[in-house]
């Protein structure tokens, strides 16, 4: 964050130079950045290590914090005063666009990764069918993301994808469906 965030704002079109990511490419960046760290971890706890770093990275929202068997684990990876200056330095990543849908993409991944790929998918469930009895209502686009996340999780996890590869080719069109239609 604090390297995208030393570059220059975006230039006029025609300009040349590296500018500061915003949206899916800023998203881009940072999980690729993520991958290069956690690839050079143990194999044994890298994979975990990246899922967990992106949830807390990328969040912006209370979430994580509030689920009372990751609270714990959130608080010892960050305490409040490193948290403010993430966000201060953070930007506005997001997936397809928006920033819901990396949230949601990004703590299911996690949540899978710690608790299990069912238990992550009720959790998106349960989520939704609290929204749906407040304001921002149920949402097949946040369920999308849900589940795109626990794929992504689960590949991982399982080597499918390969942190040196995500290092070098992670793009979020190749990792979340599109939901206009949704």
């Known amino acids: 964050a604090v390297a995208n965030r030393a570059l220059p704002e975006p230039p006029n079109i025609g300009a040349g130079g590296e500018s500061r990511r915003s949206g899916d490419a800023l998203t881009e960046y940072y999980v690729r950045r993520a991958a290069h760290a956690a690839d050079a971890l143990p194999q044994d706890v890298a994979p975990r290590a990246f899922?967990?770093?992106l949830a807390i990275g990328l969040d912006d929202s209370q979430t994580l914090a509030a689920i009372p068997a990751i609270a714990e684990t959130v608080a010892g990876v960050e305490a409040p005063s490193e948290?403010?200056?993430r966000l201060t330095l953070l930007g506005e990543p997001t997936m397809l666009g928006r920033r819901d849908l990396a949230q949601h993409f990004f703590i299911s991944a996690y949540l899978t990764s710690a608790i299990g790929s069912e238990a992550a998918t009720t959790a998106g469930f349960a989520k939704e069918l609290l929204d749906a009895q407040g304001d921002s209502g149920f949402s097949f686009a946040d369920i999308a993301a849900d589940r795109a996340g626990t794929r992504f999780a689960n590949g991982v996890l399982k080597n499918h994808f390969p942190l040196g590869?995500?290092?070098?080719s992670f793009e979020v069109d190749t990792f979340i469906p599109k939901v206009d239609d949704l």
């Open 51 to 53: 899922l967990l770093a």
């Open 165 to 168: 590869g995500l290092e070098k």
């Open 83 to 85: 948290r403010s200056i």
